[in-house]
């Protein structure tokens, strides 16, 4: 255990600023990390590793792309903030706009978080409805409405999924289960009247990779319609990541509102929701909806953004992402096959997840194995030992971006195939 980390634990809560990242889910002691460039990540120890991680999401270009570094350097000499619209904020939200042309305007806020709760309530300002509706096994930040778990029984209204959420506001909250179009008639057949929005990931892969049918989600899009209703894609993940237009432009569904993050700041903390100018003009100053913040469209977050996204538009970018997502995919499976162990790859693109399963991967949160989780905590051990960084958690993706090559690509499966050895001969049989 380094030093840092010992440190990091009696000056914050479990050591982080993030809970996940305290290694809870696989145990150990995380490393603490000193810099990280391109698909390499480095510790205190000076110890480097393959990361898979990418911060969660935005690090689509790898770590310290050489020309969002320049972008940022550029823009922190010209001042760090200024509390009115900079050049930057236009310049970004142009490029949104043109890879999502459904949407007419975005506002910029900092997190994930944020543009989800704004969202949510410029649904409820703009349909004079407060009800909502998630889905269980979809992940939206950590604002009050949305830490909310599904009710037990025939209750679909949620239950605070974190102490300090009260009940009354989780109660507005109605939890459905992925992959089930009847549960969403139902649920619209007898309070649709009373539903602001339907938000959803329409990628959703915060708890594994659920890969949802096309025509659940155009069922989604029918329902919300008939009933007045607003969907919401959240495509904190996805937008930028799957496709320029992230699944909105994969599915063709054209939702009312989506929200970005992640990948839009490039790294530097940038995030948005963006739709149609009648909607969004609903928002303060136009109109009644308030919404705010201080260093939203901070001027070296949007040239983060701004670079990342130029740098994604020159050709073949998303055919690298995929060949790479094949790459691995194939790897994993090859390697399990030899070492008889049962799991399955879900993978869209460059987002991957090994479900320590029996095929086929799951669609629905209810159809994951929490059993793999324990054989999950081996594998991330024994990776980690051999300088691969997955995700600690056996429920979150693995990422790659444009900076893995084919040879980091062999090198993690490689680590793969000697993790599963050692992993069996520690526990002395094969496991399935
Ligand atoms: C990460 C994430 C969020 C929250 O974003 P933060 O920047 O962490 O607040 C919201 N929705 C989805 C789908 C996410 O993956």
Do not use: E, F, I, M
């Given at each position: 255990m380094s030093s840092w980390w010992q440190r990091a634990e009696r000056a914050m809560p479990g050591g982080v600023s993030s809970p996940v990242r305290a290694f809870r889910a696989v145990g150990g002691a995380p490393p603490v990390i000193a810099r990280a460039h391109g698909a390499e990540i480095v510790d205190t120890d000076g110890r480097s590793y393959i990361d898979l991680v990418g911060s969660w999401g935005p690090l689509i270009l790898g770590h310290a792309h050489p020309a969002v570094i320049e972008a940022v350097t550029r823009a922190a000499r010209d001042g760090l903030t200024f509390g009115a619209t900079c050049r930057g904020e236009v310049e970004l939200a142009e490029r949104v706009l043109a890879r999502y042309p459904f949407a007419e305007r975005v506002r910029f806020v900092s997190t994930g978080t944020e543009a989800v709760m704004s969202a949510i309530r410029l649904a409820r300002g703009a349909t004079g409805r407060n009800r909502i509706v998630k889905f269980d096994g979809c992940y939206h930040g950590h604002s009050d409405s949305l830490l909310v778990k599904a009710g037990s029984g025939l209750a679909t209204f949620g239950q605070p999924d974190s102490a300090g959420v009260p009940p009354e506001l989780a109660a507005l909250t109605e939890v459905l289960a992925l992959d089930d179009e009847g549960a969403a008639e139902e649920l619209f057949a007898r309070r649709g009247s009373e539903l602001a929005c339907v938000l959803i990931e329409?990628?959703?892969?915060?708890?594994?990779?659920?890969i949802q049918r096309l025509a659940f989600l155009s069922k989604l899009r029918e329902l919300c319609t008939r009933h007045g209703a607003l969907l919401i894609f959240d495509e904190v993940i996805s937008g930028f990541r799957v496709a320029p237009g992230g699944m909105t432009e994969l599915t063709g569904i054209t939702p009312d509102l989506v929200t970005l993050g992640k990948i839009l700041g490039g790294g530097m903390p940038a995030a948005g929701y963006l739709g149609r100018a009648q909607l969004m003009e609903q928002l303060a100053p136009n109109g009644p909806v308030y919404q705010a913040g201080?260093?939203?469209?901070?001027p070296l977050a949007m040239a983060a953004g701004i670079a990342t996204l130029d740098a994604l538009a020159a050709p073949g970018t998303y055919e690298r992402l995929e060949a790479l997502g094949v790459e691995l995919e194939t790897g994993l499976v090859q390697a399990l096959k030899r070492a008889a162990q049962t799991a399955v790859v879900a993978r869209v693109g460059s987002i991957l997840w090994l479900a320590l399963q029996r095929a086929p991967a799951p669609r629905a949160w209810a159809g994951v194995e929490r059993g793999g989780a324990k054989r999950y905590g081996e594998l991330h051990r024994e990776l980690l030992a051999r300088g691969v960084w997955l995700a600690p958690s056996a429920f979150e993706v693995a990422f790659l971006s444009l900076a893995h090559t084919s040879a980091h690509v062999a090198c993690v499966v490689s680590a793969f195939e000697a993790a599963l050895a050692a992993g069996a001969t520690a526990s002395g049989a094969a496991r399935s």
């Open positions: 329409p990628l959703p892969a915060n708890s594994g990779l659920l201080t260093l939203s469209g901070n």
